[in-house]
């Protein structure tokens, strides 16, 4: 029974290891600093609607969360996520900035929370830069793609959002030139 607790416990060291080593901030991208995971959320299944490569919790399964977010440079290295921010479709409830839905051919994005709110800059209606494939588009910051909390319904069962996700609506991925299929892309945004 204590080798078995034991082995669990040098598993979730080892996976927290892991995701707090990718989620170090890059030399030379704007800045030191790391963003380290702060903590564990036990995955809770549920209706999870599977639209735009969502990733869906597994009950049991242990989810890093993270407060923070890698530091925001005039080139921050992000990953873009595919969201629909549409009433009943992958986006969940309303949105965090202003309670509200928007068509998928609006220019609108989440941040994940460090970037959103936690490190003491409020986005929360500001433009945002976001280039990719040599094309830059501005985007309206509508959303939090909670890196805390996740795997309940106003999350649509999906796990917290990693720290450096840039979660843009169809429209934003359209006029960057990028395939939906994709799912994921490595960017840069800044603010504007």
């Not at 990733?55 to 005039?74: E, I, L, N, T, W």
């Not at 309303?94 to 936690?118: E, N, P």
């Not at 840039?166 to 960017?187: M, N, Q, R, T, Y």
Request: one cysteine or more; glycine letters at 12%; hydrophobic letters at 35%.
């Amino acid at each position: 029974m204590a080798s078995t607790k034991l082995l669990a416990a040098l598993v979730l060291l080892q996976v927290l290891s892991l995701h707090a080593h990718a989620a170090k901030h890059k030399p030379g991208a704007g800045g030191g600093g790391t963003c380290r995971a702060s903590g564990v959320l036990q995955g809770k299944a549920g209706k999870c609607k599977k639209l735009n490569g969502s990733d869906c919790c597994v009950a049991g399964h242990k989810y890093p969360q993270f407060r923070c977010s890698p530091p925001v440079s005039a080139r921050t290295p992000a990953t873009l996520t595919l969201n629909s921010f549409e009433k009943g479709k992958d986006g969940g409830g309303a949105t965090f900035c202003d309670h509200r839905f928007y068509k998928d051919s609006a220019m609108v994005v989440a941040l994940s929370s460090g970037w959103l709110q936690l490190d003491g800059t409020r986005r929360c209606g500001k433009m945002v830069r976001i280039t990719a494939n040599g094309r830059s588009v501005l985007a309206k910051v509508v959303d939090e793609c909670d890196s805390v909390a996740g795997c309940d319904e106003e999350h649509n069962f999906e796990p917290p959002c990693a720290n450096n996700v840039v979660d843009g609506s169809p429209a934003v991925w359209k006029a960057l030139g990028l395939k939906e299929s994709l799912g994921e892309v490595k960017v840069t945004w800044s603010d504007v």
